[in-house]
């Protein structure tokens, strides 16, 4: 076989070869080929993935293993990680994003953990056949999603060029396990066996994550690609619940989920973790169609299955825990001393190599240095721009700034009954049994604002998802990150990346969060154009008492409207502002020392509230949209009044969009008391206005009034969606 | 003494441990009963829960009705007027079953609809005085298969027989006509000697923070407890 | 014992509304395909069945439709033998 | 112009994994169905089609089926005319 056929470049070819000290067989070239692909070997991103601070207070496990792991208090650990689907959505968006969903609920399932919540980061294109797509995806996430029980209590979904051809979908799973309940891929031992649960092996995607995700797309692909998995979330729940049950017996020593390349690099990777050699028997692989090959067997990427070995003390009781849930474990094959993986098929062996070679012997791209880009010049022409009162409209129903409500009411957000705020909030907040500490989950994915400065939209995404966890008072415990990019063999895609982890590295010391796990999809890249960088950061965080979370919503008259941490010059670069008038600059660098400053003021202020009656964090559509939205979520029979008299910078500091300002109302009575301790933290405010009797929003700039809309009218116009169907984007 | 309340398990059930801590929280003493048990250990009230309940791919409920479990509940309805209470997947598998009359579809949505919805008693069942009519609760809906169907003839007997039990209402326009899944009759719900079911999920619905605690009153008087 | 493939229809009955047949011709229309007046969806089940004879088979199919595969409240169906050569 | 009635079939390939096929067989050979080898499940796509010719309507429905009724990664598709006694 010639290993270019398997994706491989000449030179690995070269590196294999001498590892294996003779020319491979076809089926060890298919297996180099999936475990070197960039899907899997991280060949590209691994040294800069290094640049990461791993490291903290709560961390129990950082990146590594299947997801990053926690500490919520002493008994309560939490596995979450984000992971991506984008491809196979775009070749069926349905079945693509199911079994994303699917995917990712399997590597929090080999952690110990139990899911207890999802949340999806979407983007599509700005052509129409975007809400195609949409709907799909949407329906994809719901359908898995709502079948196996987990609620997905929130995400996000952007818009934008480049994405028309590969759209993104990446999902975050968050599980809690028992302190102590530590599992994972780490604990098989020489002289046990290994089992493979689950749906029967198919030629389901051979060689599609591995192969397909790991190079861009182009038209004449159409005709090659692999067959799609499809979802099956029933076989999805069985295979969960009878995972968690074997694990609470104490009888399983390793496991690991089947993801991309399957068998190939679930096996492999368990015996390097393990230390330990494996010899596996594919005739005893369940197939689900006749004349199955052992190279399709080891590559087949039919979802729902899981490989375990058990220990000598309570294997028993985990395989008998299996099968009260209507499934079998297989034995395919025994645990060795050494590090030899060995496969054999009727009766033959038919490949023979050191399980590290497939693991972590392919060659990895330098990194290149830990500088930051210099901020590019943005200069002040946008600034000038001015607006009317329908752009500000405009701004409401722009699909990046727009309700998300048709989205997140296909998915339910509620099973498990721990949601005490999902997807119509900025942050979720789920009330776990068995634990006083609330569990804080939080989203960000900015493609607009890392487009120009991709070091500036890593900065943003981890301030965003830290700022969104503070407007409840919660401390971080950890991020995880999912990167989007183009071919990371074209310098300018590989500049980005580099840039994108500098800025998430930068941000996440600052604010002092570790980054415990993520995901890289590269080649998101068809016909030579690529999306905008987009890095997709998830948090999570924790505080007691979640049963009675800090309003975002403007519920009384008479409060002022303050905002806190204003940029002295606020830019328009980057902004849904700036974008309305076909714009689109460098977005400013986040001020991750005021930003901090700020969240620990609201951790404080938290405790006892101390006259600040709602909190949001601005971002998209700026401190406009914060309002509108604070305004929306209140109660009726209150209207606002703001006014912005800053002569040029007003409509700046109107829909400026940078991170880390927070938009709080505060008791007239406390306005004084509030501004002195905002001073006391060395944080700029400036005063926008305040709640009144009646029913209208009315802004001034500069002494004019743009405009005085009933809530109707705003609550339509951020709507925009009504009555369409499912409320896709109509262009 | 606790009430013991039979919840039963399908494969695909995942509904199942909310209403367990829901009965629970109601200080009643929940018995979770698997989908291949022959009989109901002699358990006078039973909840088949949300969910689905063999993945539901072919039509929600369809391969549930036909469960061993089912033939014993329905043998306990008939014999011994067991009391039962279907809650969304228990509700389609209830029809399915033809233990009650009509059948869910599709929503006229074509999508799943999540969110908090009112609903209204319209009749008291005969074995339920403690729900009466004009009662409104507040629940959510978590279904893609929630449209009340029934043959054109059989819906003037279910309204003449007061087997209509719950209907949707939207207190912004105080109207009766609506309905977030095309019901027929906005129907939410209905009950039948001593068996009733609903689409909305009480379960979700136990203390303020969830949104509403209303389900601590319907499941009360199901139970026919002081909470 | 042969093994013969039959092939089930399931449709919704006329008078029950067809949400995502509805969506579909909507998107349809929309994607400026003129023409189609009606566009419904149904179940299509295909069975491989061991049986003594095609009417042996036919009686399962019938009872399997019966019992599963349709909803009488809102479904009808129908059953033909197929040749393996379709 | 008149009207024709066809009918669609569409049915995953046969190396795709059968979720709703797979469950469903299952349940009924557990309910004590015996016989039943194979079970897929498909859609099933009637469609009333405003065309000159039954030709063109025929290649209305294989656009359609092309475009939009079947992804061609999963699925494949057949379309016939039906008679309107049928
Ligand atoms: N962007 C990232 N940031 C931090 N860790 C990462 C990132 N991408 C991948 N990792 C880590 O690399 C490991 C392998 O990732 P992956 O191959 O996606 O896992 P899996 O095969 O379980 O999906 C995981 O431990 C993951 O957390
Ligand atoms: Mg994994």
Redesign the pocket.
């Given at each position: 076989m010639n290993p270019q056929a398997v994706g491989l470049s000449a030179s690995e070819a070269q590196v294999a070869r001498q590892l294996v000290g003779r020319e491979p067989n076809d089926l060890e070239w298919g297996l180099f080929g999936a475990l070197w692909s960039e899907h899997?070997s991280?060949k590209s991103s691994r040294r800069v993935?290094a640049w990461?601070p791993k490291a903290g207070a709560a961390v129990v496990a950082g990146?590594?293993?299947?997801a990053?792991v926690v500490r919520l208090d002493d008994e309560v650990e939490v596995a979450f990680?984000v992971?991506s689907h984008n491809h196979p959505s775009y070749v069926e968006p349905v079945q693509g994003a199911a079994t994303g969903v699917g995917g990712i609920i399997r590597?929090i399932v080999a952690m110990g953990a139990r899911p207890v919540a999802l949340m999806d980061s979407l983007r599509f294109g700005d052509d129409d056949r975007a809400h195609r797509l949409l709907n799909g995806v949407v329906a994809g996430v719901g359908g898995y999603g709502n079948a196996i029980g987990v609620p997905t209590v929130g995400g996000e979904v952007y818009y934008g060029p480049g994405y028309d051809k590969n759209p993104l979908v990446n999902v975050l799973c968050v599980g809690t396990r028992q302190s102590g309940r530590d599992v994972g891929a780490r604990g098989a031992r020489v002289g046990q066996t290994v089992y493979l649960l689950g749906q029967a092996t198919g030629r389901d995607g051979i060689h599609g994550a591995s192969l397909l995700a790991s190079r861009d797309f182009s038209a004449e692909d159409q005709d090659m690609r692999p067959t799609v998995q499809v979802g099956d979330p029933y076989t999805g729940k069985l295979l969960m619940e009878a995972t968690l049950a074997a694990i609470e017996t104490g009888g399983v020593a390793a496991v690991q989920d089947l993801?991309?390349a399957g068998l190939a690099s679930s096996s492999s990777e368990l015996a390097v973790q393990s230390g330990v050699g494996l010899e596996l028997d594919l005739d005893q692989v369940p197939c689900r169609e006749l004349h199955m090959s052992a190279y399709e067997i080891m590559l087949s990427e039919t979802q729902e299955r899981m490989l375990l070995v058990f220990n000598a003390e309570r294997g028993k009781e985990a395989l008998a825990a299996i099968s009260a849930w209507g499934l079998t474990a297989q034995p395919i094959g025994r645990v060795v001393a050494g590090g030899r993986y060995v496969l054999r098929y009727e009766g033959i062996e038919v490949a023979n190599l050191e399980a590290s070679w497939l693991v972590d012997g392919c060659p990895l791209v330098a990194a290149g240095s830990m500088v930051p880009s210099v901020a590019p010049e943005v200069g002040q022409a946008a600034e000038s721009v001015s607006f009317e009162g329908r752009d500000l409209l405009a701004i409401l129903g722009d699909p990046d700034c727009r309700d998300r409500q048709p989205i997140y009411q296909r998915y339910d957000s509620m099973i498990q009954t721990a949601t005490v705020w999902g997807p119509e909030h900025d942050v979720a907040i789920l009330a776990l049994k068995g634990t006083r500490y609330g569990l804080y989950l939080a989203i960000s994915g900015p493609g607009r604002w890392a487009a120009v400065d991709a070091y500036a939209g890593g900065r943003a995404a981890v301030a965003l998802v830290v700022a969104r966890l503070a407007t409840q008072g919660a401390v971080p415990l950890g991020l995880t990150?999912g990167?989007n990019l183009g071919n990371p063999d074209k310098p300018e895609v590989k500049a980005a990346f580099e840039q994108m982890i500098l800025g998430i590295r930068e941000a996440a010391l600052a604010l002092d969060v570790p980054?415990t796990?993520?995901?890289?999809s590269f080649h998101n890249e068809t016909d030579g154009q690529a999306i905008w960088p987009t890095p997709v950061i998830g948090g999570v965080g924790r505080r007691e008492r979640p049963t009675a979370p800090w309003s975002d919503g403007l519920s009384g008259e008479n409060l002022r409207l303050i905002l806190v941490n204003a940029p002295l010059v606020p830019t328009l670069g980057g902004s849904v502002g700036e974008r309305l008038h076909g714009i689109l600059r460098a977005y400013p660098r986040v001020r991750l020392q005021d930003l901090a400053r700020s969240a620990a003021w609201l951790r404080q202020l938290s405790q006892n509230a101390g006259g600040v009656r709602a909190v949001r964090a601005v971002a998209d559509g700026g401190v406009w949209l914060a309002v509108v939205k604070m305004w929306l979520a209140g109660s009726a029979g209150v209207g606002v009044r703001l006014d912005l008299d800053e002569s040029a910078l007003s409509w700046p500091r109107l829909l400026c969009e940078e991170v880390g300002q927070f938009l709080v109302a505060v008791d007239e009575s406390d306005v004084r008391i509030v501004l002195d301790q905002l001073a006391l933290h060395g944080l700029q405010t400036r005063n926008l206005g305040q709640s009144v009797a009646g029913t209208h929003l009315t802004l001034r700039v500069n002494g004019d009034e743009v405009g005085c809309w009933p809530r109707q009218e705003i609550s339509a116009a951020w709507r925009s969606w009504e009555g369409e169907r499912g409320g896709q984007r109509t262009s | 003494m606790k009430t013991k309340v039979a919840v039963i398990r399908f494969p695909g059930s995942n509904c199942d441990h909310d209403t367990v801590l829901a009965l629970e929280r109601i200080g009643a003493e929940p018995v979770t009963l698997l989908h291949h048990a022959d009989n109901l250990r002699g358990l006078r009230y039973v909840v088949l829960p949300g969910g689905f309940s063999y993945g539901d791919y072919l039509r929600a409920g369809a391969l549930a009705a036909h469960a061993p479990i089912m033939d014993a509940l329905q043998e306990a309805v008939e014999r011994d007027q067991v009391r039962v209470l279907g809650i969304c997947n228990g509700f389609q598998i209830l029809c399915e079953r033809g233990i009650l009359p009509g059948a869910l579809h599709a929503n006229v949505s074509g999508e799943f609809r999540c969110r908090m919805e009112w609903i209204e008693v319209v009749s008291t069942p005969a074995a339920w005085p403690g729900f009466t009519p004009g009662m409104r609760f507040r629940l959510p809906i978590a279904h893609a298969d929630g449209a009340y169907r029934i043959a054109e003839g059989e819906r003037k007997t279910l309204w003449e027989s007061h087997s209509v039990f719950l209907r949707y209402h939207d207190p912004v326009n105080d109207s009766q006509e609506y309905s977030p899944n095309g019901s027929v009759d906005a129907i939410a719900g209905i009950s039948q000697g001593s068996v009733m079911a609903l689409m909305p999920h009480p379960e979700r619905a136990m203390e303020q923070w969830m949104g509403s605690d209303d389900g601590r009153r319907f499941l009360s008087l199901w139970l026919e407890v002081n909470r | 014992m042969s093994q013969y493939r039959l092939r089930m229809a399931v449709t919704l009955k006329p008078e029950v509304l067809d949400p995502a047949g509805q969506a579909t011709q909507k998107v349809v229309a929309e994607r400026g395909y003129p023409g189609v007046v009606s566009l419904r969806i149904g179940k299509l089940v295909d069975l491989w069945v061991d049986a003594s004879s095609a009417e042996a088979a036919m009686a399962l199919a019938q009872t399997l439709g019966q019992d599963f595969l349709a909803n009488p409240v809102l479904e009808r169906f129908e059953v033909w033998v197929i040749n393996d050569e379709d």
């Open positions: 899997c991280y993935l990461l990146p590594g293993g299947n990053g990680k992971e590597d993801g991309a990150d990167l980054v796990g993520g995901n890289v | - | -």
